[in-house]
């Protein structure tokens, strides 16, 4: 009898995790650089052999990424990804040429880069610092991932911030910035120009900014370390912009104002105006990096780029009969995107929202967001300590919704079966919150067989 090979690599990939996740938690990051600079030069320093386009901002990283990276792999280059956090499997972070890695080289180049790690830490407790985050050694992980394969270039979405995340010991030839708002205080700072701050970190000595339209004070911030490393500014309206933005089946026509090229009628299978936008921002990335912005993308590449972008747990519809939708937004101002997308490109009836955020967001600022669009909440949560309790956030769904349409299941299978026999055939049941309740909706879906 044949092994099953597919078997033995599945639990390999899953031993992986399982070691990464022993190590110090994302939710707790080392705002330090030194730790991965020193895995990466035992590892030959791995990040050094392909070009690198780095994203930061506070929403819209994973999507733009996505976009930016099926973009370049349309024109033939052979491409990296690293975006984060998963929805469900580790090897979703790590995208080599448009593919997950697989269970195999995920196993393989750990058991390669293993021994150097331990090094690592051997070397940081000796000094009494802390041993190698899990994103730490996911960096090195992915790095090294990269150089094997190998790519032409690596897309590199930011863990926090950027400044001390642990991606920035690469120099991005472009550095991206999408919306930058209030997220991870406790982290990156209590104003939005103190988190621009942190996550301007990531542009390095005459690289190219491109930017989303920001707020005055993240601008500020921007500009002031362009200046510093002698970058050059590509703003949104001004070096670039998105024209206009309609509906179309399965997605949206939009057209752009590149900083080389007007595109029109370009197909982005993406919903929402915040989507629109990102797509804008990739354009002009990939301008940025194939020729500097002088030379317009070709239009049938751009085409096969956007055209086959996907981006999971965003505004991702997963089942029909009733619509079940999934999306990630976990702070107000994802929110507040979700709340447009949902009015502008669906007809939906009614709405009911099972939400469930983590003990770090601002949970009434996300639910203010969702109120004038939701007809009816649900109250659950994902598997992970850092949910918040179901009553506590009762509560505070009620202090904005009213208790009348409020309800608490503690079961996220029990509360998507509840929303979908009580929805009619017009209306949605939205799942949203977390990335932890998009990914898990997603794996209840599959499990019931009833995922698209």
Not at 143 to 153: I, L
Not at 316 to 328: N, R, W
Request: include cysteine.
């Amino acid at each position: 009898m044949t092994p099953d090979r597919s078997a033995d690599d599945r639990a390999a990939a899953e031993a992986v995790h399982a070691e990464l996740l022993a190590r110090i938690g994302e939710a707790n990051p080392q705002p330090r650089l030194e730790a991965t600079r020193r895995a990466a030069e035992l590892l030959g320093d791995p990040h050094r052999s392909f070009a690198i386009v780095h994203i930061t901002g506070t929403n819209g990283k994973t999507s733009t990424a996505r976009m930016i990276e099926s973009i370049l792999r349309a024109y033939g280059l052979r491409t990296g990804l690293l975006t984060s956090p998963h929805l469900t499997r580790l090897n979703e972070r790590i995208v080599i040429d448009g593919e997950p890695i697989s269970d195999r080289m995920l196993a393989d180049t750990w058991a390669d880069i293993a021994p150097y790690l331990l090094m690592v830490d051997a070397e940081l407790t000796a000094n009494g610092e802390a041993p190698l985050s899990n994103f730490e050694a996911l960096t090195a992980l992915s790095f090294a991932a990269f150089a094997d394969a190998p790519v032409d270039v690596a897309v590199l979405e930011v863990g926090m911030g950027g400044e001390w995340d642990s991606t920035n010991i690469a120099d991005g030839d472009v550095a991206v910035l999408t919306p930058i708002a209030l997220d991870h205080e406790r982290f990156l700072g209590s104003t939005v120009g103190e988190i621009a701050r942190t996550k301007a970190g990531i542009i390095k000595p005459a690289a190219t900014v491109v930017t989303a339209i920001q707020q005055p004070e993240a601008m500020q911030e921007l500009t002031a370390a362009a200046e510093h490393n002698e970058a050059a500014v590509v703003c949104e309206g001004i070096g670039f912009a998105l024209v206009d933005a309609r509906l179309a089946v399965g997605g949206q026509l939009i057209d752009v104002r590149g900083r080389a090229g007007e595109y029109r009628e370009v197909f982005l299978p993406l919903f929402g105006v915040h989507q629109a936008q990102n797509a804008a921002v990739a354009i002009a990335a990939v301008e940025s990096f194939l020729g500097d912005g002088t030379q317009p993308l070709a239009d049938d590449v751009l085409a096969e780029g956007l055209g086959s972008v996907t981006s999971p747990g965003r505004l991702q519809l997963i089942g029909t009969e009733p619509s079940v939708l999934i999306d990630a937004a976990h702070n107000p101002h994802g929110a507040e995107a979700l709340a447009r997308a949902l009015l502008t490109s669906f007809a939906f009836d009614s709405i009911t929202a099972i939400v469930g955020v983590l003990d770090d967001k601002d949970a009434r600022g996300i639910i203010e967001a969702l109120d004038p669009v939701v007809d009816r909440f649900i109250v659950s949560s994902s598997a992970t300590a850092r949910s918040i309790d179901g009553d506590e956030l009762a509560d505070v769904v009620a202090a904005v919704a009213s208790h009348d349409r409020v309800s608490v299941e503690p079961s996220l299978a029990a509360a998507i079966d509840a929303a979908r026999a009580e929805a009619g055939p017009n209306d949605a049941v939205l799942i949203t919150g977390s990335v932890t309740m998009a990914g898990q909706a997603l794996l209840i879906a599959r499990e019931q067989n009833w995922v698209l």
